[in-house]
């Protein structure tokens, strides 16, 4: 079997038929040189989206696990074919370029083929301006900026892959992320990709999207930024240390004026804490993600979440007990004062910083220490 042609499928009665049928009038048109099925991977449907498949002669392979990601794993685990080809099966793709698709994949011995909306022709009201405009063109951006592609529709649907090479890559998501993580993956193990001008037509009059604009595209961005837990370590890293040590600078020699500018005053000194703050949650983040071993933190970072529970409980403690001290100070200087013309602002400030971030960092520690105990039981 050189191809597996795989539709996701749920409540799709009313265009599955003229899909099927207009896959089979592009593939047909290689003849016998290309030997492949049709897989409709339905993902509990209640109308006749089942019977119409094997009617249109393609085999029918029920998904118990609900979302667009599971789908298509569980069609593209049934395949037979060399290469497994998919699309959406709403009447949106242009389905007539699936046998330049493939050809494409062959002719260049790519791992996958992509039919971009985006270099082809997009209908009018086929795409809504917000994914044509920002969507779409900023998780590509996003994407060919961190993992090195060049591509140009990450969203595309209508995509070609080997299969032995999908099966190295370890896909997982079950939802629409899954778009991003087939590409990611692909990138992260060097595989050939290539794309082909292909378009986008209006859905059916009265169909009701799968896709959750917010939703979904939330899913996509956190899933990129996800296998990129070092932008979050360093950008974190370079806040906490940066508006520390400005912090620092502010307590030392108070308010200045430089080049007329009034600088480390407590305005300065809120905006330095909010970037500190910023950044221990960023690095706590980048700590969590690591959790999944998808890239290696720095030798610093990896003895922070390898940390015992000894020096754990004694970082802690410290910072708590530090802190009780700096409340007893300000409460006895409050009491000296005879409760009024408080002023230690300024001190105030800069401890909190210096303090509260360490114990961000030693809570955050803790709450990745308890998930890693519960992941080992």
Not at 3 to 13: G, H, I, K, M, S
Not at 65 to 76: D, E, S
Request: glycine share 10%; hydrophobic share 45%.
């Amino acid at each position: 079997m050189n191809l597996t042609f795989v539709f996701p499928c749920l409540n799709e009665a009313g265009s599955l038929q003229s899909c099927i049928r207009a896959v089979r009038e592009s593939l047909d048109k290689a003849g016998d040189k290309l030997n492949y099925e049709i897989v409709v991977a339905d993902n509990g449907s209640t109308d006749d989206s089942a019977k119409i498949a094997l009617e249109e002669g393609a085999r029918v392979v029920p998904v118990d696990q609900r979302g667009y990601g599971a789908a298509l794993r569980g069609g593209i685990e049934a395949a037979q074919g060399e290469y497994v080809m998919f699309a959406d099966a709403d009447s949106t793709y242009l389905y007539e370029n699936a046998l330049t698709l493939y050809d494409k994949a062959i002719e260049c011995d790519a791992d996958m083929s992509i039919a971009s909306r985006m270099t082809g022709e997009i209908e009018s009201g086929a795409m809504p301006w917000l994914h044509r405009r920002l969507g779409t063109p900023v998780l590509t951006g996003l994407i060919n900026l961190l993992f090195k592609g060049k591509l140009s529709d990450c969203n595309s649907g209508f995509r070609c892959i080997r299969k032995s090479a999908y099966e190295s890559w370890g896909i997982r998501a079950s939802g629409m992320e899954f778009a991003s993580e087939l590409l990611i993956k692909a990138l992260k193990h060097k595989a050939k990709m290539v794309e082909i001008p292909s378009g986008l037509r209006r859905g059916p009059e009265g169909r009701v999207a799968h896709l959750q604009t917010w939703r979904d595209g939330m899913r996509h961005l956190l899933f990129i930024l996800s296998e990129r837990p070092r932008l979050f370590e360093w950008s974190g890293l370079v806040l906490i240390w940066i508006s520390s040590i400005l912090q620092l600078l502010a307590m030392a020699i108070g308010p200045v004026n430089i080049g007329g500018l009034h600088i480390f005053d407590l305005h300065s000194k809120g905006l330095l804490l909010l970037a500190g703050i910023t950044g221990m949650q960023l690095y706590v983040f980048s700590c969590m993600l690591f959790l999944k071993k998808r890239e290696k933190p720095t030798r610093m970072t990896n003895k922070l979440i390898e940390i015992g529970e000894g020096p754990l409980f004694f970082f802690l403690l410290s910072i708590l007990v530090t802190e009780g001290l700096l409340v007893g100070f300000v409460v006895l200087n409050w009491v000296l004062n005879n409760f009024a013309n408080l002023d230690l602002t300024n001190v105030l400030i800069g401890g909190i910083h210096l303090l509260g971030l360490p114990l961000m960092l030693a809570i955050g520690l803790l709450g990745i220490h308890v998930f890693k105990k519960s992941d080992d039981t």
